[in-house]
C-alpha cells in the first residue's frame, strides 16, 4: 500500500509498519506487524491493548525515537526516520514517566524544553505564562519536578510537551498512576488544545472510558492492529452481551463476581456501583441471561440486561487465553499470637509533620482480620506517607500504630516480620531470574531451605510461573512482573499483605487477574491493605478511607462512600463520581430516598 500524501486532513500515517527487536539467543520479537492507520487534526485518536500490544513502540517510532524495521510513517508529511528532526521540531511528545528533570524547578523544566525545542527568548514569557496558566502551576514555578505531587508531575509532563505549539501531540498512557481529579483535569486541557487550536493527538491509555471519549480508537495485540473505529461503532456490536446482577441479601458482589469470572460463556466480569457487570460470549438475546442464571444457581440476584461500553468491547475483541483462577487453599498462615482481629491494624490519632509541614494530622481508623481495606485520595493526600508509616518504613511523629498485635513504636522488627509489601514499581530485582527473585526475597524472610523450597513450589503453581523460572525479571511482560511480585510478598505467610498502587500500568486483563486473586486470599483470611488510582477497583474493598490533605475526609463502604454523591441527576454514582465530589468539596453529607442496593450508613465520616 503507498503512503497516504500528506493534506489537512492526516497529520500522522503508517503504512504497512513493522518493527523487530533482536533478543538473546538470535531470537526476534516482532513489535509491530503490518500496521496501518491515519490521525487526523482535530481529533483524539486512542490507542489500546493489552500489555506487550506494541502501542508504546508505536508512538516511539511517532516521535522519532525508533525507525520502522520496514514500512513508513509520515507526520506532518515528511518521513519519520528522514526527517526525524523537523518533525520532533513541531510534533509534541509526552513520554509515560513524564520526561521531566526532577532536579530542576518546573520553571527551569519549561526552559531547558524551550531551549531543545528553539523557542525564541521574546515568545517564551507568554507561552510560559499560557501554559502555567492552563495547568494551574503558576504558584509552583520555583518548586523541585521531583517534590511534585504525581498529578502536578503529570500536568508539567504536558506543558513541557506543549512548549512550542505543537501540530500533533503523542501521549504515551500519560494518566496512569494519577488520580480521578488529575486526570479529568489533563484531559480538560487536551481537549481544549483540540478545539481551540485544532491538533491531532494520538494518545496510549489504559483506561478504557478515556479511550471511550475518544475520536477515533485504534485496537491492537501483540503488535497486530486488530480493529479501528468510532467507539459507538464497537460498543454496537456488543448489543445483548452486558448484563448486570444486582445482589440480593445472600450474596456480596465480591462473591458473585468470584463465581462468575473465567466461566465457560463469560467474557468479562467486574464491579460497578454495587452490582456485578457481565459481558457473555455472542450467544443470542436470552441465552447470556440463562447462562449467567445457570452460573449463580439461584445464589446472586436479578439480572438485568445493561447498555454496552467500549471496555466490554475491549474484553470481547482481545484474545484472553488465561484460565480460570483456582487460588491454592492455605495461602495465608494464621498467627496465634494476635489478640484481636477485629483490628488487626490500629491507627490512633496518627500525625507525620516533616518540619513545618504536617503531611498526615489525627488519622484514626482500624482494619479486621481477612479484609480489604482501600486507602485513597488525591494526589499529595498523605496515603503514601501513612501506607509507608503502616509498613514500618517511616516512624510517625505522634500517635500509635498496632500491626498484627505489635506496637511499630517498640516492636517494629517483629510487627514487620508478619507484613507482606508489594510496592508500586514491584521492587523486583532486574537482573536476577524469577527464581532467583524468590529465593532472594524468602531468604531475606528468614525461611529455612525447606520452607523456602516449599513456598516457591508454592509460588510457581499459584502464579503460573514455571514457564518464566529462569527469565530475568527486567525482561517479563508487566502482568507477570506483578504476579512476581505478589508471590515474594507472601512467601513468609504475612498476616498482612500491603499493596502500593499494584495495578498502576498494567492491563485490564491483568487487573481482573489480580483482583481475583487478592479475593481468593482474603476469603482465606489474609488482611489486605490497597492504595489504587483506579477507582472502580475500590469496588473489591470491603472499606475505606479517603483522605485530603492529611486527614480523613470519608471513611465506610464502597456503597456508602457512594452514598455521599449521589443527587437527582445522579441517582446511582460510580465510584469516580463519588471521588471527585469529595476531592471538589461538592459532595453531599446526606442523601434522600431508598436504595436497597447500598450498605447502611453506619461510619461514613463526610
Known sequence: MAPLP????????????????????????KALDDVNFTVEPGLITGLVGADGAGKTTLIRIAAGLLAPSSGKMTLLGLDSVANALKIQSRVGYMPQKFGLYQDLTVLENLR???DLQGVALNKRKARFERLLSMTDLSRYTRRRAGALSGGMKQKLGLACALVKSPELLLLDEPTVGVDPVSRRELWKIVYELVENDGIGV????????????????????????LAQGLPREFTAAMAQRVFLVEPDEQARPRQIYTRLAGENGIVDATIRSGRVRVVTEPVGKTAGKERIAAILNGRGGRILTASPEFEDAFMALIPNQE?????VAGTGHRNPEIPDRDALVRTDHLCKRFGSFTAVNDLSFTVKQGEIFGLLGPNGAGKSTTFRMLCGLLPASAGDIR???RNLRTSRAKARARLGYMAQQFSLYGQLSVRGNLEFFGKSYGLSRKQLSARIGWAFEEFGLNAWEK????????????????AAALLHEPDILFLDEPTSGVDPFARREFWL???GFAEQGVTVIVTTHFMEEAEYCDRMLIMSKGQTLAMGTPGQIRRLARTPENPRPTMDDAFIALAMGTALAQHSGPDDNLEPEKECLP
Do not use: W
Not at 323 to 327: D, G, K, M
Open 403 to 405: 500491626v498484627a498485635g
Open 6 to 29: 500528506h493534506t489537512p486532513n492526516v497529520v500522522l500515517c503508517a503504512t504497512a509498519l513493522n518493527k523487530t527487536f533482536a533478543v538473546k539467543g538470535s531470537r526476534e520479537i
Open 517 to 519: 486473586r487478592i479475593n
Open 323 to 327: 484460565a480460570r483462577i483456582e487460588p
Open 202 to 225: 494520538l494518545a496510549a491509555t489504559a483506561y478504557m472510558d478515556e479511550a471511550q471519549s475518544c475520536g477515533k480508537v485504534l485496537v491492537m495485540d501483540h503488535g497486530r492492529l
Open 112 to 114: 531547558l524544553y524551550a
Open 471 to 486: 527469565k530475568a525479571a527486567q525482561d517479563l511482560p508487566g502482568g507477570y512482573k506483578q504476579r512476581l511480585s505478589m
